[in-house]
Structure formats: structure tokens, C-alpha cells
């Protein structure tokens, strides 16, 4: 698909024109804020206009190579080098309001060693009363200009006209909308991003040893023997008690990050929760399994820094393990686990033959004689008694998919129990073969 990357320095308005490109704004996409240097990693959306189908990439702010002044900043420069080099067209995004500043010039004199085509657009143009702010920005050294607001739509449509201009006759890719969404989940560091980097083979997500690193939540396409999967990695999910009354502009961006990670659960089809192999499952595990278990996804488990657990104790850890996911994780029984390293990337590519598994009974339908039969078999002429009620069970029916959806038909709906629930449960899982994916059952009273 074609592919616009865009560039600048720290705020300029990338975020806030990445999101208004895809229509996102609702979504909350892009992390956007006054404070400069928010948008730490590379973010990708896709834009529809009209018939026309383009892939975005919204960059974390531009340092030139001698004022990165840190490890972080230096592998945000790393990542847009990246970034670029998947570029079909490059949008160099100035900022109207400040004006045009040295580090312009420098990043303009960058971007042309490339040898990419580049758009120069000037942002925070909201009118035409401040058209003329543009004119000290030919010192660039281009003949071409394009004022628009990102934040108020002013001129955008003409900015989105250059880049149709600019797209091929024919895309034959299949749109990342289309394939299978997986979200990375999990504490702060405990080591998503290294996970997603170690599956793509590139430094795809900034990785540090600093907890919060990843504050966005990023999407990129991970191909494995011909299959395309596309790779969430969100923000370390923290307590929502953790934030104060009196919010921060730094606690503002942590908390806004922690309703992103909810998000791409809710558009993930399965998220895989990274755990410490070195601390065990704590509270805040468990709260996220919830979360996933709640929204009916599927689930795999990723005991991750198992390079960490000496190698004479790796088979007790192991059951230790095998008896804390039983204990704690109960709820979500259905889920697999492993044990992997992202630093070593041992065991990581066992987790696709997986996915398939779950996205397969994910997606499963098993006829309504079908189920008749395992209940005429299991429940037929069955009468429990519940607090006092008779319980009777007539049939079962599945009405939905992703996640597989039963309703059960039963005489006194209030002598259901969640035990009852369970049973018939298991007997599916048993006599369909749903071994991974989570399963919704509704009981409703026959008239």
C-alpha cells in the first residue's frame, strides 16, 4: 500500500494531522498534546478518501542527529530513519504559528538526501488572514507551499488532493483492516515492545529499560510463513487509582495511554498478556486478564525474561507457574501459556500456530442439530434441583461468532448457576473442540 510518513520537529502538528487524515479523531489515535515530544513512536493508520486507500505514519518529533541528546531521542531518529525508508511520499510538516527555525532547515536538508518525493506543508494556516505567515518558509528552498490547519481542516482537502495525485492506478494489498489484530498487553515494562521488535526483526517499537516508554498505541504488520497478522503494542496498563484528582500534563498523557490499551483490546481479536517471569503474576495481571476475559477475546499468556530464570530451576518455575495461572487466572481457564524470551526470542514464533488455533474456533459455527444432540445426550430428561427450584434444560442454539455465542432454553432462568454455566461449558469445548477461544453462553426462560 502506498505510504506517507510525516515529518518535523516536536509539535508541530503531525499527531493532530495524522489523526484528522484518518479520520480518527474520536479514536483518539494519535496521542496529541501542547507538550512537545509526546508522540515518542512511529504510529500507523489508514486513510480513505472517496475510492483512494493509503497507509499514514506519524513520527515522533525530528532531532538532527547532533542534538539527540539521549538514548531516547536517538532511537526516535532511528525509528524515523525507518520509517522513511518504507516512505513512498513524505510530508514535511512546518509549523506557521512559531515559524521557520534552523532545525527546519536542517531536517529539510535531511529529508532531500533521501531522494524521496516530499510535500512541504506548512501547518496552523486556520485562515486566510494568516496566509502570510508561508512566505518566509521558500528559504526552505522549495517552489511549493501548502497552508493548511490540521486541527481546524482549513486547506486539507487540498493537501489530500496531492497526495491522490500521487497514488498508483491499481493497490491489489489487502487493507491491515482486514487482517488478523492482535494487541500485546501488560504491566509497563515487562517487555511488549521487545517482544514486537524481536517478531518483525527491526526496531520497530522504542525499547528502554525506563517503565512507560510506549505511551501510544502502535500498529505494525508482522508477515510469518506468508501470513499477515498486525501487531498491537499498547502502554503499560496501570492502576486507574494510580492517577490523582490534580492531573499533570505528564499524568495526563499516562492516563489517556491507559484508556488507549483498553481501546485496542476492544478492536484486538486477541490479545497476548506479557507477564515477568521473574516476579510471577501479580494483582495487576489479573485485572488486565479481566479485561480481556470481559470483552470475550482470546487470550495466550506470555511468560517473557525466562532467560532470567536459571537453568537447574526453570522446571519447579515452570509448575510453579502451571499452579499460580490455575489459581489466579481461573476465570480464563481456557487460555495457553509459554514460557519465551524477546531478548533471546526463544519460543516467540510459537505463538502463530496458536493464534491460528484460536482465530479458527473463534470463528466456528456448529449447527443447531448438532448441539441438540450432545444435549438429548448429556441433559435429555435431566431435572435439577437449584435453591429449591426445579431446573429443567430444553435445547441450545448458537447465534454468533467472534466469540462463539450460545443460548441455552431452560424453564426458571433465576435457578441458573454460574456451576451450571460451566457444565455446559465444558461440554462444549469437549464435544466441539473449542480448546482456546473464549465462549459466551446466555440462558433465556422458554414461555
Not at 45 to 58: I, L, P
Request: contains cysteine; aromatic residues 8%.
Amino acid at each position: 500500500m502506498f505510504t506517507v510518513v510525516i515529518v518535523g520537529r516536536p509539535n508541530a502538528g503531525k499527531s493532530t494531522l495524522f489523526n484528522r487524515m484518518i479520520k480518527s479523531d474520536d479514536k483518539i489515535k494519535a496521542i496529541t498534546d501542547k507538550l512537545p515530544g509526546v508522540t515518542r513512536d512511529i504510529n500507523y493508520g489508514v486513510a480513505k478518501w472517496e475510492d483512494k486507500t493509503f497507509t499514514v505514519v506519524d513520527t515522533g518529533g525530528f532531532f538532527p542527529e547532533q542534538k539527540a541528546e539521549n538514548i531516547i531521542q536517538k532511537q526516535m531518529l532511528e525509528q524515523i530513519e525507518i520509517a522513511i525508508s518504507e516512505a513512498d511520499l513524505i510530508i514535511h510538516l512546518l509549523d506557521g504559528k512559531e515559524g521557520l527555525v534552523p532545525d527546519d532547515i536542517e531536517t529539510a536538508r535531511w529529508l532531500r538526501q533521501t531522494e524521496k518525493e516530499i510535500l512541504w506543508v506548512v501547518n496552523k494556516i486556520d485562515d486566510p488572514s494568516k496566509l502570510s505567515r508561508i512566505y518566509e518558509f521558500y528559504s526552505i528552498g522549495t517552489e511549493q507551499l501548502i497552508p493548511i490547519s490540521a486541527l481546524t481542516g482549513y486547506g486539507f482537502e487540498e493537501l489530500i488532493e496531492k497526495i491522490i495525485e500521487r497514488l498508483p492506478l491499481t493497490q491489489s494489498l489487502k487493507s491491515e483492516e482486514e487482517l488478523p489484530k492482535i494487541a500485546i498487553v501488560g504491566r509497563p515494562n515487562v517487555g511488549k515492545s521487545t517482544i514486537i521488535n524481536a517478531l518483525l526483526g527491526k526496531k520497530r517499537m522504542i525499547v528502554s529499560p525506563l517503565p512507560g516508554t510506549t505511551r501510544d498505541a502502535i500498529d505494525a504488520v508482522c508477515t510469518y510463513y506468508g501470513k499477515k497478522y498486525l501487531l498491537i503494542d499498547t502502554a503499560g496498563i496501570k492502576r486507574l487509582s494510580y492517577y490523582k484528582r490534580e492531573i499533570s500534563q505528564q499524568v495526563y498523557v499516562e492516563k489517556l495511554s491507559y484508556f488507549k490499551a483498553l481501546r485496542s483490546i476492544e478492536r484486538a481479536d486477541i490479545a497476548v498478556l506479557v507477564v515477568d517471569a521473574t516476579e510471577g503474576i501479580v494483582n495487576q495481571d489479573q485485572k488486565i486478564a479481566c479485561i480481556v476475559a470481559e470483552q470475550k477475546k482470546g487470550l495466550i499468556i506470555l511468560i517473557n525474561k525466562w532467560d532470567l530464570i536459571p537453568q537447574d530451576e526453570r522446571d519447579r518455575k515452570a509448575k510453579i507457574f502451571a499452579e499460580e495461572i490455575r489459581r489466579k487466572l481461573w476465570f480464563v481457564d481456557y487460555a495457553p501459556y509459554l514460557t519465551v524470551s524477546a531478548t533471546n526470542k526463544t519460543r516467540l514464533t510459537k505463538i502463530f500456530p496458536i493464534i491460528d488455533q484460536i482465530l479458527e474456533e473463534y470463528a466456528k459455527r456448529v449447527s443447531t442439530s448438532e448441539l441438540n444432540k450432545l444435549f438429548n445426550q448429556k441433559l435429555k430428561d435431566v431435572v435439577l434441583s437449584s435453591g429449591g427450584k426445579e431446573l429443567k434444560f430444553y435445547y441450545i442454539t448458537q447465534v454468533d461468532v467472534e466469540p462463539p455465542t450460545f443460548v441455552v432454553f431452560v424453564n426458571d432462568k433465576s435457578a441458573v448457576k454460574q456451576h451450571h454455566i460451566k457444565f455446559i461449558e465444558k461440554l462444549l469445548r469437549e464435544t466441539f473442540n473449542f480448546e482456546f477461544s473464549p465462549i459466551s453462553i446466555k440462558v433465556k426462560q422458554r414461555k
